[in-house]
């Protein structure tokens, strides 16, 4: 009876399936620890007048890129911190495919990220706050988990996500009352 209401209930499902941090593993030690190089990479940004979003991708546990947003300082619409990341992580690893590759962001990925982290067939999104406004993987839009996509991504959520919110937070906080993005 217990285990029929529990499956019944698609929140406590969805609760279940996405709980990989309630004990201390290996993998969610190292998410953190590449989180931080992430969140180091959306101060660095920040201080240079960008939004305070960052990435880092990995490959075979070595570190092949980290990138912030850079939409204003390239004067790109393109330049957020996962598609400079992709073509940095591209041209070190000679191959636009990315396969096996995992890719950490601060920040739920947007619509055009998501699309390109399909396109670059990476392994793994390990993201820290959900971007309720614009994500693209769980929040507004579900891209990385469509059906007649021919390609998944593994989707891990939440890693350091109380640091990468208030970053987040805290830009906005300073920037209130001015156009950002
Ligand atoms: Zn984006």
Known sequence: MFLCLFVANPASLTLFQRAPYSGRSLESELDEQWMRQ?????????????????????????????????????????????????????????NYRLTGVDVYSTIE?????????????????????????????????RICDTDFLNHRIEISAGVLEAECRALMQEFFQTRRGRIVD
């Open 109 to 141: 990925p947007c619509a055009m990220c998501a699309g390109a982290l399909i396109q670059a067939r990476v392994r793994r999104l390990i993201y820290g706050a959900p971007d309720e406004r614009a994500g693209a993987v769980v929040s507004r839009f």
């Open 38 to 94: 992430a969140l180091v990479a959306a101060r660095e940004a920040q201080a240079i007048g960008e939004v305070p979003i960052g990435v880092c991708i990995v490959s075979e546990n070595q570190l092949i890129a980290v990138c912030g947003n850079r939409t204003r300082t390239d004067c790109d619409p393109t330049a957020h911190a996962e598609i400079v990341a992709l073509r940095e992580a591209a041209r070190k690893l000679g």
